[in-house]
C-alpha cells in the first residue's frame, strides 16, 4: 500500500445534494470520494475534488483519465454533514416528466431517415 498527502481540500455541500447525502449517511460506510490526476510534479499526484456526493462521484469516472477513490469518511465530517442535511433537506416528490407534444408532432410530416420534409 502507497499513501500520498496530495493536500487539503474543501469539502463543498449543496442544498440540491441532500438526497444523496443522506443515502450515504445511510450506508454502511459513508464515505468521501477524492479525484486525483497525475502529474510529474512530486508525488506525482494532484488533488482535484473531494465530494461527499456518490452521484458526483460516479460523474467524475467518465473522464477515464482521473483516480476517484473511496475513502471513509471522517466522524467529524459525517456529523457536519448530517447537520447540513437536517438545516438544508427538502422532501421533493417525484415527478414523472411529461413529452413535449409539439416535439412528437413534429416529426410525423417527415419521412423515414431522410430529414427533408415531404
Do not use: C
Not at 66 to 95: K, N
Request: avoid cysteine; hydrophobic fraction near 35%; glycine fraction near 6%.
Amino acid at each position: 500500500v502507497t499513501r500520498y498527502y496530495a493536500g487539503a481540500a474543501d469539502i463543498e455541500f449543496f442544498g440540491a445534494d441532500t438526497t444523496m447525502y443522506r443515502e450515504n449517511l445511510r450506508s454502511q460506510q459513508p464515505s468521501l470520494w477524492v479525484s486525483l490526476r497525475h502529474t510529474k510534479a512530486p508525488p506525482g499526484v494532484l488533488l482535484q475534488l473531494v465530494t461527499a456526493d456518490p452521484s458526483d462521484a460516479e460523474s467524475l469516472t467518465e473522464s477515464g483519465t482521473d483516480i476517484i477513490e473511496a475513502v471513509p469518511m471522517p466522524a467529524e465530517i459525517q456529523q457536519q454533514l448530517a447537520a447540513f442535511v437536517e438545516a438544508h433537506h427538502v422532501e421533493r416528490p417525484f415527478v414523472k416528466r411529461k413529452r413535449d407534444r409539439a416535439n412528437l408532432d413534429a416529426g410525423r410530416n417527415w419521412p423515414s431517415g431522410t430529414g427533408d420534409k415531404e
